[in-house]
Nanobody, 120 residues
Framework: QVQLVESGGGLVQPGGSLRLSCAAS????????MGWYRQAPGKQRELVAR??????RYADSVKGRFTISRDNAKKMMFLQMNSLKPEDTAVYYC???????????????WGQGTQVTVSS
């Protein structure tokens, strides 16, 4: 059973930085895509950043401030968030589209989320 666990959220002042981590456990044969999403109160979940075989994509609202990265050997994914703004406040979720073995289909997996609050 694949599990994704986020960490690194917290309270930060505007202009500050946070680094989110996503640790994957379980059997993973192949990853098609991985990324970070967020959901603010009363709003729909939205894409923040995503890595696929075609490259990396960022939401316009975070371009130039956030950086997504991965460490395949450690089965980790990161989101470096700089110049944080109050509107970045949300629960952040990691997501991976992966196969657990060569005979399985690709499935979406989600972490439980980590709260990021940007406030003075």
């Amino acid at each position: 059973q694949v599990q994704l666990v986020e960490s690194g959220g917290g309270l930060v002042q505007p202009g500050g930085s946070l680094r989110l981590s996503c640790a994957a456990s379980g059997s993973i044969f192949s990853i098609n895509a991985m990324g970070w999403y967020r959901q603010a109160p009363g709003k729909q979940r939205e894409l923040v950043a995503r890595i696929t075989s075609g490259g990396t994509r960022y939401a316009d609202s975070v371009k130039g401030r956030f950086t997504i990265s991965r460490d395949n050997a450690k089965k980790m994914m990161f989101l470096q968030m700089n110049s944080l703004k109050p509107e970045d406040t949300a629960v952040y979720y990691c997501n991976e589209q992966l196969q657990v073995d060569r005979d399985s289909i690709y499935r979406e997996y989600w972490g439980q989320g980590t709260q990021v609050t940007v406030s003075s």
